[in-house]
């Protein structure tokens, strides 16, 4: 018996809200709260009359504190799940603090304006330190750690996929079946076709941020950058087939090289065909991927947000979107002093996905794992104080979740490595 404060109405969150609506014995009440909330208001008319779940909605504007706040204190939830986007993560944060309340998300602070002179001076005095260029990184929300633990909540970081659930591998391998992991690469593979030239699986801002900024991986202690897309494997993946996969820096690298004591190498791959990368290529040469806002016609715009109104919402793109994808983590270590080799990974069907709850399998594979980390911490299963990523948690239960709410896993015990 718990209420659920959701927050944002997009392809995420809408499998996050159907998902609560099928544990209603957890989720006994939910308000779904979005700037646009005609969205809220149309996914309640859909579900409410196929759950025990009893659903209201809010209209919120989640970059206000202020805002926040008020709807927290009129709606008094047991916790809020962040899937708005990454840009209002601290903002949701300071309102749970004020208000004393559990928190979870599914992907770390990233700033909307990437040249805020403030936030720009801290972000390049940390790719000095740190090593690596991304937007994004974890140090805005571990800085919370005093403050959540000092109020006596949980924040629970990067409840999603990738991180999420192979961050939650990484934890259940460590537990059951090694006493060391000395290398982790991760696999995301969408092997799904929707038809269209170019179109990407979720925010089309964030996804293209992320896919065309540098790569980067952890070696023996450090950081290692490279230049996009600068390393290719080839993988034939269980139930999918051979693809190309390209790493990428990825925001689980930097929690799982903290928590995962003597880990020597950590990289992330993911699947791209050549067309996708040709259209992201040339969009980026002509400045379509910017996040500076220019003049045009004397009205300022941003050209990734003037190109997002352009591209396919990805919440459209269930009906059209055929294959599966694969997405996991193979592991290398010791175990009773021998080496081993495993691989945990889930196989997800977009139509199968579609036919269940109206999205591909992209929105499927992280809404499900937002409703499970939402789950244990209402139901206190998970339940410390202060701000902690996804595999400081016992995995079992999570793992469990998963096989009960449609995305079963598999460990393979020899399988293909990457080179
Ligand atoms: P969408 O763009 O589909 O949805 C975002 C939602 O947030 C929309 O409903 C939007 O409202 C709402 N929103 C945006 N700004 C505000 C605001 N200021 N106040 C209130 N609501 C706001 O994104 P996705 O569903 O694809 O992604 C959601 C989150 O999931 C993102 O943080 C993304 O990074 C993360 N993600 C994580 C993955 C993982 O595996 N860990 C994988 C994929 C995504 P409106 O409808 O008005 O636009």
């Not at 392809?11 to 700037?35: L, P």
């Not at 599966?324 to 945990?344: A, M, Q, R």
Request: hydrophobic residues 35%; charged residues 25%; glycine residues 8%.
């Amino acid at each position: 018996m718990g209420r659920l404060l959701i927050i944002g109405c997009g392809g995420v969150a809408g499998v996050a809200i159907h998902k609560c609506c099928q544990n209603s014995k957890t989720f006994s009440e939910i308000c779904i709260a979005s700037r646009t909330k005609a969205k809220c208001d149309a996914l309640k008319e859909k579900l409410e009359n196929t759950t025990e779940t009893k659903i209201t909605t809010a209209q919120v504007d989640a970059d206000k504190v202020e805002e926040l706040i008020a709807l927290i204190q009129s709606y008094q939830p047991d916790a809020v799940l962040n899937v708005a986007l990454p840009y209002q993560d601290l903002t949701i944060m300071d309102a749970c603090l004020a208000c004393k309340v559990d928190y979870i998300d599914t992907a770390n602070y990233e700033p909307e304006d990437t040249d805020d002179k403030q936030w720009r001076e801290i972000y390049e005095k940390r790719c000095k330190e740190a090593g690596f260029t991304a937007y994004f990184d974890y140090s805005w929300q571990w800085a919370y750690q005093e403050k959540f633990k000092e109020a006596g909540i949980t924040a629970l970081l990067g409840s999603g996929f990738d991180p999420g659930v192979t961050s939650v591998f990484t934890a259940y391998a460590l537990k059951h079946y090694f006493d060391e992991i000395e290398t982790i690469d991760i696999l995301d593979c969408n092997g799904g076709d929707h038809g269209y030239p170019f179109a990407t699986n979720f925010n089309p801002e964030i996804n293209l941020r992320e896919v065309s900024a540098n790569g980067s991986y952890w070696e023996n202690g450090h950081w290692v950058e490279t230049e996009p897309m600068e390393i290719k494997r080839e993988y034939n993946f269980p139930q999918v087939g051979e693809k190309d996969m390209y790493l990428l820096h990825h925001e689980e690298i930097e929690s799982l090289a903290k928590n995962v004591p003597g880990v020597k190498r950590i990289r992330f791959f993911m699947t791209f065909g050549q067309s996708y990368l040709t259209h992201m290529k040339c969009l980026e040469n002509v400045g379509m991927l910017s996040t500076s806002p220019i003049l045009f016609e004397g009205k300022e715009i941003v050209p990734i947000q003037f190109l997002k109104a352009l591209l396919p919402d990805p919440a459209s793109l269930g009906p059209r979107t055929v294959g599966k994808t694969n997405i996991g983590c193979i592991f290398t270590g010791k175990k009773d002093g021998k080496e081993k080799t495993i691989y945990i990974y889930n196989v997800c069907n977009h139509q199968e996905c579609y036919k269940e709850v109206g999205s591909q399998a992209i929105s499927y594979t992280t809404g499900v794992p937002a409703m499970i980390g939402a789950a244990l911490v209402v139901d206190k299963v998970w339940d410390k104080d202060g701000v902690f990523n996804i595999e400081e948690f016992d995995p079992d239960p999570f793992m469990d979740m998963l096989n009960q709410y449609g995305l079963p896993w598999v460990v393979d015990e020899n399988p293909q490595t990457v080179e």
